[in-house]
C-alpha cells in the first residue's frame, strides 16, 4: 500500500487548505482511510477518518463544522478541506490506511498500518 499526502502550506488564520491523500495497492475493498496531526511538543490525534467499505465519515470534535473529509469517484484520493484554519491547528498532518474488520472507521492511530510522509500546515498572521 503507497500513501502519498499533498497540500500543505502556510495560511493566514481564518484561511482554508485541502490536503490530498493519493493511495493504491489496496486488495479489498474493506480499509479506511484517517487523517492525523501532529503539532510540536504534541502526541499525535486523529482528526477524521472515511470507510471505504460503507462511506462512513468520524471527526474528532476539534474538526466538526471545520474540516470536511471525502473521496472522489475513482476512489484513488481522500481529501481533507479545512476551512476556518486557527493557530492551534498548525501541525504535520499525516494520512494513513488501515485495513478494515468492522464497518465505520476510528481515529485511533492503532487502527492504521500504512502511513504517509506527512505534509506542514502553519495558521499564522
Known amino acids: 500500500v503507497r500513501i502519498v499526502e499533498s497540500g500543505g502550506g502556510s495560511v493566514q488564520p481564518g484561511g482554508s487548505l485541502r490536503l490530498s491523500c493519493a493511495t493504491s495497492g489496496f486488495t479489498s475493498d474493506y480499509y479506511s482511510i484517517g487523517w492525523f496531526r501532529q503539532a510540536p511538543g504534541k502526541e499525535r490525534e486523529g482528526v477524521a477518518c472515511?470507510?471505504?467499505?460503507?462511506?462512513?465519515?468520524y471527526y474528532a470534535v476539534s474538526a466538526k463544522g471545520r474540516f470536511t473529509i471525502s473521496r472522489d469517484n475513482a476512489k484513488t484520493t481522500v481529501y481533507l478541506q479545512m476551512n476556518s484554519l486557527k493557530p492551534e491547528d498548525t501541525a504535520v498532518y499525516y494520512c494513513a490506511a488501515g485495513h478494515a474488520a468492522l464497518p465505520g472507521c476510528g481515529i485511533g492511530d492503532y487502527e492504521y498500518d500504512y502511513w504517509g510522509q506527512g505534509t506542514q500546515v502553519t495558521v499564522s498572521s
Open positions: 472515511y470507510s471505504n467499505g460503507d462511506g462512513s465519515l
